[in-house]
């Protein structure tokens, strides 16, 4: 069981996460609060929780102020956080890995459509990954990830740097493309390989979806360990900074019964889904056994 949207939590504790750090705001603002939200998954059930490192590298930290050294630290103190909420339990923390779109805070995680140099790109995840392998967390969340390209370069950055455990999930439109316009089949086969891929899989996307992907990938990749985590199924509207259209929180009993029938060893939710969500989700898994 893996936690649900940090962003969620924090807004039910009254954070303001609407600025471009997003999520990693309240490393530099409220440390306190963050560990809260982190603590309030593990106590509804959470085995693993992703770090707050998703929106942001180094360099978005500098950009709001803090020095280089301060900026490089704020990165590793996602970790280190993620660590104090879990001190006494045996939930594991992921340190998350989200698209370069993610740190332009203009919603093009959802397309894929970053207007930049590739190289930029390259330079962005390896400074990022360089600072969190080594700052504790127990594997890496490579999350919402738009584009095959992306998720090969990735990997490939993982693997010089030692290929920590992994997993690598992507955000889809639909049931058949990712958010960047990629098919199931190549973002499958741009991460299959990685040499210790713990789970591939999806997040941030609609779980009316969830079931027929897992089909797909199933049967591209066989022997993989699939991770599902869900968004609660409603539209993010970039420009008016806010989710649109109806929505499910997380599956129902039949459904994750489904999902863990093709595969998926690693479930969860995204944006949308709070600690209460997770709770019950938790409740219905322990149904399954």
Known sequence: MIDGGLSTALELLGADVSGSL???????DDPVLLERAHRSFVEAGSQIIASASYQCGQSQFESCGLSP???????IDTTLI??????????????????FGACLADGSEYTGRYDIEW?????????????LIDSGADLIAVETIPLADEARLIAEILQECGSPPAWFSFGFTDSA???????V?????????????????????????????LLAMGQLAPATAFVVYPNHGRAWDAIGRCWIGS????????????????GAKFIGGCCGVGPDEIAELARRSRQLN
């Open 185 to 213: 089949a190549a973002a499958v086969m741009s991460v299959v390989g990685y040499d210790n891929l713990i789970g591939l899989g999806i997040n941030c996307t609609h779980p009316t979806y969830v079931e027929e992907l």
């Open 82 to 99: 993620a660590r104090r909420a879990v001190a006494g339990t045996n939930t594991l923390v992921a340190a998350s890995i989200g698209p």
């Open 22 to 28: 997003w999520t990693a705001q309240t490393v530099v």
């Open 247 to 262: 929505g499910e929180s997380i599956p129902s009993t039949a459904e994750l019964t489904r999902w863990v029938q093709l």
């Open 177 to 183: 493309l990712t958010y960047g316009g990629d098919t």
């Open 119 to 131: 190289c930029d790109i390259e330079d962005y995840h390896r400074n990022k990954m360089n600072i």
């Open 69 to 75: 050294r301060q900026s490089r630290q704020a990165l």
